[in-house]
């Protein structure tokens, strides 16, 4: 079995100030891990992914999450965030092998104030 | 384009009045899913299929049908809709080649039962 923790439900924050968005993931097998966003009224896209190599992953719209594996965490991060980042993100996990079977967090809403 | 459609977009009823949630996808995919998205709940797996005629429970099935006769579509049946199937809905699709595969959502079904 697995689970995704995602803490903290709405993150407000200032235009252009660095943000973090936690998750904690559990599994007892080894997983691949996803961040997706939902911006209002839409479906959800894909921002980025972990599947295996370096822990570092990075999206195209400046965001990067890090793959921790003594931590069983993978964080979403942003140095500097803009009023369009305003979404709700949800981290995802599946085991290797088992990606029919994904686990997604309760989301954590990102509120930009301009 | 590559999309996956969800029709209806919106959709209210009653009690006990069947209903069916169309999903089709023009990639080609192999993989689909559903899923229900509430409130400090996050998306919860309602049934998945990994090919025609395949189909398998996820986390949330009950009271929840699903078929798959073509390849493109993966309609979801509610035989008997009750209040707490009340939720926003959304189909999903990927390609089986690999564990890079990207999931691609759809632009969500929202569903009041009085």
């Known amino acids: 079995a697995q689970s995704v923790t995602q803490l903290d439900s709405q993150v407000p924050v200032f235009e252009e100030a660095p943000v973090e968005l936690r998750c904690n993931y559990s599994?007892?097998?080894?997983?691949?891990l996803f961040w997706y966003v939902q911006y209002p009224n839409q479906g959800l896209q894909l921002l980025l992914k972990y599947l295996s190599g370096s822990t570092l992953v990075e999206s195209i719209n400046g965001f990067e999450a890090e793959f921790n594996k003594s931590q069983t965490s993978f964080h979403l991060r942003k140095p500097s965030v803009h009023i369009s980042d305003t979404a709700e993100y949800f981290c995802a996990v599946s085991p290797r092998g088992g990606y029919q079977k994904v686990t997604f967090g309760t989301g954590t809403k990102l509120q930009v104030i301009p | 384009e590559a999309q996956v459609t969800q029709n209806p977009r919106y959709l209210i009823t009653v009690t006990g009045k069947k209903l069916t949630v169309t999903c089709s996808q023009n990639?080609?995919?192999?993989?689909m899913s559903w899923y229900r998205q509430d409130p400090g709940l996050g998306l919860r797996q309602i049934y998945y299929s990994m090919n025609v005629e395949v189909t398998d429970k996820g986390d949330v099935p009950e009271g929840y049908k699903v078929s798959r006769k073509e390849k493109r579509n993966f309609p979801l049946i509610l035989e008997s809709p009750s209040p707490n199937q009340t939720s926003l809905y959304f189909c999903?699709?990927?390609?089986?080649?690999?564990?890079?595969?990207?999931?691609?959502f759809g632009p969500g079904t929202r569903l009041l039962v009085l």
């Open positions: 599994s007892s097998v080894s997983v691949y």
């Open positions: 990639m080609n995919h192999e993989y």
């Open positions: 999903a699709s990927r390609r089986l080649a690999g564990d890079q595969e990207t999931q691609y």
